[in-house]
């Protein structure tokens, strides 16, 4: 690592170049990235190192080979180089890998800890990544997020493509080329009068080569020495190194160069270990020869120059095949005891020695692995594989460890088959207590849970047992009596996973990373169920960077589809999820899946008959009732889709054995919407008490899981269990009837984020159309433009002129909705149409336009299914769009009136249901000062005067209870009422 870190010496014979070394440091103070790429042997090396070392700018340089492809490679090694240019930096890249983020993720933590400072950090030979687009993401990554101060210069033989270059901006990148880096006349005279070329006609020469820097320094077919087919015709730079270069060292010192140009750097012990004698003195010796390389340590440490090396690796691969092979594994080896294990595993291949290959990669696997280089372990695994070596116990350890990894569990079962059977036959050693463990997931996922068992006998209480152990609480039937802690382990993943389906949300969503797989996969399944489902989709949509993970990519798509009402888009998900799934070979995901697929049939389509057949096939496949939580589903939905059918008494015993088995052991993800279907069937056959039970044990399900987000999807199905629960609550201030708005489904919870066209309805009117703030010529337009949100896109002409016109007809009426029409075209862009047929009018993409309103209105449902904290903060924040100022501000009609009014009405019951949530944790300040200002804003309602007399009995203010139930009465007697007899016996009930 340390050459790859250190900036080139360069030669002492060096042509100085001011003019050049002018550009480029301008270049650099003008530019983020300078891009210089030129043909080999055009001076961008030396030329970059001669200017970088007159800026007052640490400098990190990085020189890159083929292994350097691999991103966790290459990010190690980007690490390194900055933390050898500023040791302050630390290790953040390496520490977020090891919370799971991926390997460009991690490029944007280092460039957060680069921070402001200025630095200059050169990649040399970038040309080693074109065919490497994870490498190339990772470099992109660290351009992308550094500050302003950090430079940047690629160098290389060939352009690379970078992300990061089309996104800083054209006018950051500057870019020097062969024209600016090729010799000028001068340049050239003196190059060649530094090397014995005095007689040479400069001007000739650059005109010959187009100024090639290496065509002018070795020009060999111009010298009286030039030897008729040594190279020099084909190529003037190989007939130059062999004639002007090689031809005057003598046999050894030839030897010598051709023997170690295997090598990156050479060194005494190096040379000495791949079999050269007296390296030392050789070394001394090529040192006064004035050679085309670069020395560094007290000249004991020669570099030679790219084009020599590839010289002498020429002249290497053109000896007798049995010496050079020799010379590789004695390379290798060296690798090898330099702990350079990838190399040395290279090497080894193209050597094709794979069993001494596979001796190495015990420990380059697990490096590898580590830093998610998964495309090389499958290489290094396919390779093992063709070679016959296969069966060798690292590569099945491998196999195993990269199965898990990316979660294709079939893989799994059959390395761990085969290290078994080789155990077994004793030509193995037993599988550790980690292998056995990660050997039993995936026994478990394909349906073999007697051999998942065994191998869990035999693995300790602590380390990956631990988890796995856990996972059998999906299985049994009773709460398992140790909870894993996430600790930053290889299946932390799994943790997290059988805790969402546990039910244990909030400790999902809130759980540190993990090392092996990164959470927000995890974490995104849990805000679904929270009923988060914007923030949901947002990580759906974003970019691909996470790892392989079922949970994300096969199956939570089709969850989020279902819950916002996108039968299409479910069925979309649920195809690309058995596709990934069928890769996974596992039996459970597999049965998932035919789960989820009769939840789309019972839940979008209303088809019972289809889903209890998708059902039957699912328990056809496998021992599906071996894993209770997986029984308990099906039962479920069974229960449901006869609920549908009517067959109520077959409903009810499927629904109960799901209800029970959930409580037995504690399994109260789905439990919300047992609950209620066995509510629906118990009340049916006459069972009411039955039926109460059962919706209670729903709601306090719901409040454990921190969310009624799926219990009211549950109510939604069967609407007629909370009307009863309401009609039997004798207050109207209970948490049923808080349900009923929610369960109204006032605002689809589709999200809104992606809309390009936005209304903002709140406060003086405004439209944003794609992300640019403009407003209309008549404000009317806002009006029509809000009606039709609100209509779903569509509007017939005489509805528009009742309500946006007050039902005024005739020309005048129907000129100016022409008009307001017109503004409003005016403003779209022109694929968002908005279209007439002389009856109706329509907007062609309605998905593409929003409502501030229904934006806080949304915000404001999700915040009423959330319990305690969580909720107070979530109302706060939807309330606050409402401090712009009155809907359509500015704007009159009956309509807009109503609007605003209903709008109002909204308010007032989010902000009283905020305070009876505060009141319920104790925050009797901010419930009372909520209250208060709901009671100022409409005296008329009694339910706010009630709640401000309960948290006045809280703290234990008989005056304040009083004074809050005088004003109650003074309001109402206003109106010519007076107070519910609720609120009177409420009263009387909290001065007891």
């Not at 190096?270 to 050789?282: D, K």
């Not at 409903?651 to 209620?676: F, G, H, K, N, Q």
């Not at 104790?922 to 401000?948: G, I, K, M, N, Q």
């Amino acid at each position: 690592m340390k050459a790859k870190c250190v900036p080139p010496v360069p030669p002492e014979r060096l042509v100085a170049r001011p003019r050049l070394v002018a550009e480029l440091s301008r270049l650099i103070a003008d530019h983020r990235v300078v891009d210089i790429t030129a043909t080999a042997g055009s001076g961008k090396t030396t030329t970059v190192a001669s200017a970088t070392t007159s800026l007052d700018a640490p400098i990190a340089w990085l020189t890159l080979d083929d292994t350097d492809a691999a991103a966790g490679r290459l990010l190690t090694y980007l690490e390194a180089t900055v933390r050898r240019a500023i040791p302050a930096i630390g290790s953040p890249a390496g520490q977020a890998l090891g919370r799971g983020l991926t390997q460009a993720e991690a490029a944007s933590f280092l460039a957060q800890r680069i921070g402001d400072r200025r630095m200059i950090v050169v990649i040399d030979e970038v040309e080693r990544l074109v065919h490497s687009p994870d490498a190339r993401a990772v470099l992109s990554s660290l351009i992308r997020y550094t500050g302003p101060d950090v430079r940047f210069v690629l160098i290389g033989r060939r352009r690379v493509h970078f992300d990061a270059l089309s996104r800083i901006g054209l006018d950051e990148v500057g870019r020097l080329d062969e024209q600016v880096l090729a010799f000028t006349t001068e340049e050239a005279e003196a190059a060649l009068r530094l090397h014995g070329g005095e007689s040479v006609d400069a001007n000739s020469v650059v005109v010959s080569v187009g100024g090639w820097v290496a065509g002018v320094l070795f020009e060999a077919w111009r010298s009286r020495d030039h030897v008729a087919g040594s190279g020099g015709e084909r190529d003037p730079l190989a007939g130059y190194l062999a004639v002007q270069i090689l031809e005057q060292l003598d046999a050894a010192e030839r030897d010598f160069l051709v023997i170690t140009s295997v090598l990156d750097e050479v060194d005494r012990e190096a040379a000495e270990a791949l079999g050269l004698a007296n390296a030392g003195e050789m070394l001394g010796r090529l040192r006064e020869a004035h050679l085309p390389a670069s020395w560094r340590d007290d000249g004991t440490v020669m570099r030679c120059h790219p084009r020599f090396r590839e010289h002498l690796r020429n002249l290497l691969e053109e000896r007798e095949p049995e010496k050079v092979a020799a010379i590789r594994l004695r390379h290798a080896e060296l690798l090898a005891k330099a702990g350079r294990h990838e190399e040395a595993i290279e090497e080894l291949f193209a050597l094709d020695r794979p069993a001494a290959a596979v001796e190495l990669a015990d420990r380059a696997f697990d490096v590898v692995i580590s830093r998610r280089d998964l495309k090389l372990a499958e290489r290094w695994l396919a390779r093992f594989e063709e070679a016959g070596v296969g069966a060798h116990p690292v590569v099945l350890a491998a196999q195993l460890s990269i199965a898990t990894t990316v979660e294709e569990f079939g893989r799994g079962v059959e390395a761990a088959d085969r290290m078994r059977r080789l155990a077994a036959e004793g030509t193995a050693d037993e599988l550790d207590p980690d292998q056995k463990a990660l050997a039993a997931w995936c026994y478990w996922h394909v349906g073999r849970l007697d051999d998942a068992r065994a191998l869990l006998a035999e693995t300790p209480e602590t380390g990956l047992g631990e988890p796995i152990r856990y996972l059998f609480s999906l299985v049994d039937d009773e709460p398992p009596t140790r909870l894993p802690a996430v600790t930053g382990g290889p299946l932390d993943v799994l943790v997290l996973r059988i805790a969402y389906v546990r039910g244990r949300l909030r400790e999902v969503r809130d759980a540190p990373a993990s090392v092996w797989t990164p959470v927000a996969t995890e974490r995104a399944a849990a805000l679904r169920a929270l009923g988060e489902l914007r923030l949901t989709q947002e990580l759906l949509e974003s970019p691909a960077t996470h790892l392989s993970n079922l949970r994300f990519e096969g199956t939570l798509a089709t969850e989020l589809m279902i819950d916002i009402g996108d039968e299409e888009g479910a069925r979309r998900a649920l195809a690309r999820g058995r596709d990934r799934v069928s890769r996974s070979g596992s039996f459970v995901f597999q049965i998932v899946l035919r789960l989820l697929e009769a939840k789309i049939e019972l839940k979008l389509s209303r088809d019972p008959t289809t889903a209890l057949a998708i059902l039957e096939d699912a328990a056809a496949i496998g021992p599906l009732r071996e894993y209770g939580y997986l029984a308990e589903q099906f039962d479920l939905w069974q229960g449901f889709a006869r609920l549908q059918q009517g067959r109520d008494a077959e409903a009810a015993r499927s629904l109960a054995a799901a209800y029970d088995r959930m409580r037995a052991a504690d399994r109260i993800l789905e439990l919300p919407a047992a609950a209620v279907y066995l509510s629906e069937a118990r009340w049916r056959l006459g069972d009411e008490a039955g039926a109460d039970e059962a919706a209670t044990h729903g709601l306090q399900a719901a409040d454990r899981l921190g969310s009624r987000h799926l219990l009211v999807g549950a109510l939604r199905d069967v609407p007629g269990v909370l009307a009863r629960q309401m009609d039997a609550v004798a207050e109207s201030d209970g948490p049923w009837h808080e349900l009923s708005r929610s369960v109204a489904g006032l605002v689809h919870p589709r999200a809104q984020a992606s809309a390009r066209v936005l209304l903002q309805d709140f406060g003086p009117p405004y439209l944003v159309v794609d992300g640019e703030q403009c407003r209309v010529r008549l404000n009317k337009s806002y009006a029509l433009l809000g009606y039709l949100i609100e209509a779903g896109g569509r509007a017939r002409r005489k509805d528009l002129l009742t309500n946006l016109f007050d039902g005024h007809a005739g020309d005048s009426a129907g000129a100016y909705l022409r008009q307001v029409v017109h503004g409003l075209r005016r403003l779209l862009p022109e694929d968002l149409r908005l279209t007439s047929d002389g009856e109706w009018l329509q907007l062609e993409q309605p998905e593409a336009f929003a409502a501030a309103s229904r934006q806080v209105l949304a915000e404001v449902d999700h915040a009423a299914m959330l319990t305690g904290g969580e909720r107070i903060a979530a109302t706060e924040r939807a309330l606050a769009g409402y401090e712009r100022g009155a809907y359509l501000d500015g704007l009159e009609g009956t309509w807009i009136d109503e609007r605003r009014a209903w709008l109002e009405a909204q308010r007032t019951d989010a902000q009283s249901a905020m305070a009876v949530a505060a009141f319920e944790e104790s925050r009797f300040d901010l419930a009372e000062r909520a209250l208060r200002e709901v009671t100022a804003r409409d005296p008329y309602l009694e339910r706010p005067w009630r709640l401000l007399m309960r948290v006045a009995a809280a703290r234990g203010s008989e005056v304040a209870l009083l004074a809050a139930f005088r004003g109650c009465e003074r309001a109402m007697n206003e109106a010519g009422l007076e107070p519910s007899a609720e609120t009177r016996r409420l009263l009387d009930a909290l001065r007891r």
